[in-house]
């Protein structure tokens, strides 16, 4: 059977990953990954990791790494993510959500403008199921938390059963879908990734942890 060509638009968290597997096994070939990134600091939007960080993530992968270059303050991604997609020939397009019926709207209109199969293999899963399969793949790392949600313990530790016995406890998400925690995969079967942790720092209602590859500083 033939493999379609295939993008993956790539956050460096647990769910691209789990996505970026399930695609796979289903015989999707992912070529590229796009990630949205802040024009004005090259960090990606929502967990404010370096855009570095994530391209030598996803040359472990293999794959070519496509930044979307846009502002979250004018909401220009949508029309970057299009722009970008324009330079590449592509089948099919693999996106992580779970449950956000607005983004999927947007970017399920966009593929079909552009004649792009819109894949979402995560869809309507249940976090239980998808915490256990993820953390049978990978040990994500928090990386950014809902300030007055996760407690600051958490903040660089990894996704382990204490922090997901907190969020059951104070019914939260457990994959984080109410913002409550963002992570970036580190070590996985596919690949390790030394990462160096640096300061940590404030965004409006979330507290990040700075990270570099390879011992930069």
Not at 205 to 214: M, N, R, S, T
Request: charged residues 30%; proline residues 3%.
């Amino acid at each position: 059977m033939r493999k379609r060509r295939t993008f993956i638009l790539w956050s460096g968290g647990k769910d691209s990953y789990l996505s970026y597997r399930k695609a796979l096994q289903r015989g999707f070939s992912i070529e590229y990954a796009l990630s949205y990134v802040e024009r004005r600091n090259k960090r990606l939007i929502g967990c404010h990791l370096r855009e570095e960080l994530v391209r030598a993530q996803v040359k472990k992968l293999g794959m070519m790494f496509l930044p979307v270059y846009g502002s979250k303050r004018k909401g220009d991604f949508l029309i970057a993510l299009r722009e970008v997609l324009s330079t590449i020939s592509v089948e099919a397009g693999v996106f992580g959500d779970i449950y956000q019926r607005e983004h999927r709207k947007m970017v399920e209109s966009l593929c079909k403008g552009m004649g792009v199969r819109a894949v979402f293999p995560l869809w309507g899963m249940a976090e239980e199921v998808i915490l256990s399969e993820v953390l049978k793949i990978s040990r994500p790392m928090i990386v950014c938390r809902r300030v007055r949600k996760l407690p600051r313990k958490f903040l660089g530790k990894e996704l382990n059963a204490d922090v997901l016995n907190f969020l059951r406890e104070k019914g939260m998400s457990l994959s984080g879908e109410e913002g409550e925690y963002q992570t970036f995969v580190d070590r996985c079967e596919d690949f390790e990734l030394e990462v160096v942790p640096l300061k940590t720092f404030r965004k409006s209602y979330y507290e990040c942890i700075d990270l570099v590859p390879g011992g930069q500083s």
